[in-house]
């Protein structure tokens, strides 16, 4: 039988390996993978500062108030020094971010300071920190190199045949999109910088639940990263079967006007509606990922929502919004079908079950949960596969479907949730004292 310790180790070591078979893939097809791509970062200018950024706070919960000031200090005094030197020499950041290396840096550093100036459990507390900032970011490598191989890969996508089943929810992607172009600038600006920055989000409510590991010198047996990293790593593996680019590039001109405008089966997306043929798959560009069904933003997001529920009223209220944001945004961009953002919130549910499920003891409440949502998952697809014209020409019948499938998996969720949270403890009763005499 293992432990929980053995399975943990084994688990680094599956990821570990995952990721040097990611770089050999990548290798195959003239790429650099995750790994290479984070070493590049320690010296050119990062993919996403901010992001390396979330990541050195999230490091930053294992340490006092005053190594926190001056890993954030250090952080900063080496992007301005990376600054200078490129000023100096003339070099222009036009791919990537001026700032982000310090914060690699100093988590790099913090990393060494833990093999060779800490000993017993303050040197695991500081390593498993510093993991966890660099596996945020590893995550994020690993993700951009996973969507260049789906599209690679996968020459034939299968949007028509997921447009199709969208009927049954009435296209709410071309209803989004019209809703968003309505709002000018102001929209778009806003919901893109939502759905961009949605692991800074993320990062914002792992610091709420990661706040007392310092003092306690533990972390938490479940928290959001974990979620976050899971559906990160598991996510990718549907996009090889299911691959999908989204109605802006198969029915439009492509995100920002460009990109598969040329391989779009016709220029409907937002105001036409694709009508309802017998779906085929159909040849795409090798740029353009395959990572719509299901939606990970949705799933994310969703994440981010059911962790935010046990924070204070400003990050439950926050959770809601970046919720409600990135559904608008994932629709009202084009990047996804409507049968997408409802697979996500099932494959989210699911992950989250199975983690907490694993950290709390595999039991019958556990597995029959996540079996629930592995079936509707399953069901969700064959039925997006096989059934798209049934769908569509009986919407009123297969959308309710849709979304009492989606409902059940939320019911059951909240349901054993709450069973699985303990019970406070009643008040004992004051006992009466004896009067004086």
Known sequence: MFSRRNCRIAAGLAILGFLIALEFAARRYGLPGPLTNQVQEVIFPPKSGFLLYAGLALMMVVLTWRQRFLALAAAIGVDIAFALVRWALGVEVTDGHPFGNGALWVMLGCGVVAVMRRTGRERVLLLKGVGLGLLLVAGRKTGDTWLLITAKTRPMVLDQYVATADHALGNPSWLAGRIVRATGPVGPHVLDAVYIQLAVAAVVVALHQLRDVAAERRFPRHHLV????????????????????????????????????????????????????????????????????????????????????????????????????????????????GVDLVAGVVFSLTVEAALRSFDRGWDRSGIQLVAHGTTVFAALLLAYRYLPVKMAEHPWAFGPLLLLAMASVIHCYVRTARAWEPEAAPARLAEPQPEPA
Request: glycine share 10%; with cysteine.
């Open 226 to 337: 974990r979620t976050f990293l899971a559906i990160g790593l598991l996510g990718p593996a549907v996009y090889m079967i299911f691959p999908v680019v989204g109605p802006v590039f198969a029915y439009g001109p492509g995100a920002f006007g460009t990109g598969g405008a040329h391989w779009a089966l016709a220029d409907l997306w937002p105001h036409t509606p694709p009508p309802v043929d017998a779906p085929h798959p159909m040849p795409f560009d090798e740029l353009t990922p395959r990572n719509c069904m299901p939606s990970l933003h949705t799933a994310w997001a969703t994440a981010i929502f059911v962790h935010s529920r046990k924070g204070p009223r400003i990050l439950r209220y926050a959770g809601t919004f970046w919720l409600v944001a990135t559904l608008s945004a994932t629709l009202g961009f084009g990047y996804h079908y």
